[in-house]
């Protein structure tokens, strides 16, 4: 998504983080994820460098208030790694996408140990 769209869709998220700061605070898990969803939007638009700076932000927050095991937290690091794949850091984004995702079927796994149908069987 490049040119006008992009452009409105990093504005749109970047007023929804600011009203998250103020609802909720600086640190605070959806904060965290704001970051994730702007960055994501701003390398959609072609801005790499920007969207990189405060995606850790973003997993700084989700690591400090949800825990690098969380869900959200290892959905985060993926999203990171495709934005780090776009600024030529290849085999490091390679190296983070999988772990995370390692890590994200571990966790899917262990979520209904004993359940009898899987709880991602209805997604």
């Known amino acids: 998504m490049q040119g006008w769209l992009a ?3 990093v504005i ?4 929804s983080l600011d009203l998250w700061k103020r609802r909720h ?10 970051y994730i969803l702007l960055d994501n939007a701003k390398a959609n638009a072609g801005h790499f460098v920007s969207a ?3 995606m850790q932000r973003g ?5 400090g208030t949800l825990g690098s095991q969380s869900r959200r937290y290892l959905m985060a690091e993926i999203a990171y790694s495709h934005v780090l794949d776009q600024t030529d850091a290849h085999v490091e984004a ?3 996408k ?3 995702e390692q890590e994200l079927k571990e966790f899917y796994r262990v ?3 004993d359940c009898t149908v899987s709880a991602t069987a209805f997604h």
Do not use: E, N, P
């Not at 749109?12 to 007023?15: E, I, L, M, R, V």
């Open 111 to 113: 979520q209904c140990a």
């Open 59 to 63: 997993l700084t927050i989700l690591d």
């Open 7 to 9: 452009t409105v869709a």
């Open 98 to 100: 999988t772990t995370a």
């Open 52 to 54: 990189l700076a405060d």
């Open 12 to 15: 749109k998220y970047q007023q």
């Open 94 to 96: 390679a190296r983070m």
């Open 25 to 34: 605070r600086a640190s605070h898990a959806s904060t965290g994820w704001g």
